[in-house]
C-alpha cells in the first residue's frame, strides 16, 4: 500500500513563497507519477501539476504555470511543489497523489492514491 504525506503547508501573505514536500512509503516512488491537486472551499477538486516517474514530462494548471514548479527526488521517495508569488485564489487543501503508472496525468481519477492534504492559506 502506498503511503503519501504532505507537509509544508501554512498561512502566508500574497507574493510570499511556499514549498510544499510529498513523502512517499510503500512503493518506490521512481515506478511512478506524481501529481499535485487543490481544493478549495466550496470547490472541486482542482490538476494544479503533474511529473512522470522520471521526471521527463511535467504538466501545469493555467493557474500554475509560471509560478509554481513541481519536481521529485526519487533516490530520497519525495515530491516537492515549489509555490512563488502566491494569490490569494491560491487557498486551499493542496493534495498529493500517485497514480500505479509511470505516466503523468491531470485527471484526478487516473489517480490511485492520495495523502490527507496540507492547507495553504494565503491573506491579502
Known amino acids: 500500500q502506498v503511503h503519501l504525506v504532505e507537509s509544508g503547508g501554512g498561512l502566508v501573505q500574497a507574493g510570499d513563497s511556499l514549498r510544499l514536500s510529498c513523502a512517499v512509503s510503500?512503493?518506490?516512488?521512481?515506478?511512478?507519477?506524481m501529481g499535485w491537486f487543490r481544493q478549495a472551499p466550496g470547490k472541486e477538486r482542482e490538476f494544479v501539476a503533474t511529473?512522470?516517474?522520471?521526471?521527463?514530462?511535467?504538466k501545469y494548471a493555467d493557474s500554475a504555470k509560471g509560478r509554481f514548479t513541481i519536481s521529485r527526488d526519487n533516490a530520497k521517495n519525495m515530491v516537492y511543489l515549489q509555490m512563488n508569488s502566491l494569490k490569494p485564489e491560491d487557498t486551499a487543501v493542496y493534495y498529493c497523489?500517485?497514480?500505479?503508472?509511470?505516466?503523468?496525468?491531470?485527471?484526478?481519477?487516473?489517480?490511485?492514491?492520495w495523502g490527507q492534504g496540507t492547507q495553504v492559506t494565503v491573506s491579502s
Open positions: 497523489a500517485a497514480r500505479n503508472s509511470r505516466y503523468s496525468s491531470d485527471w484526478d481519477a487516473g489517480y490511485d492514491h
Open positions: 510503500g512503493r518506490t516512488v521512481s515506478s511512478v507519477a
Open positions: 511529473i512522470s516517474w522520471s521526471g521527463g514530462t511535467i
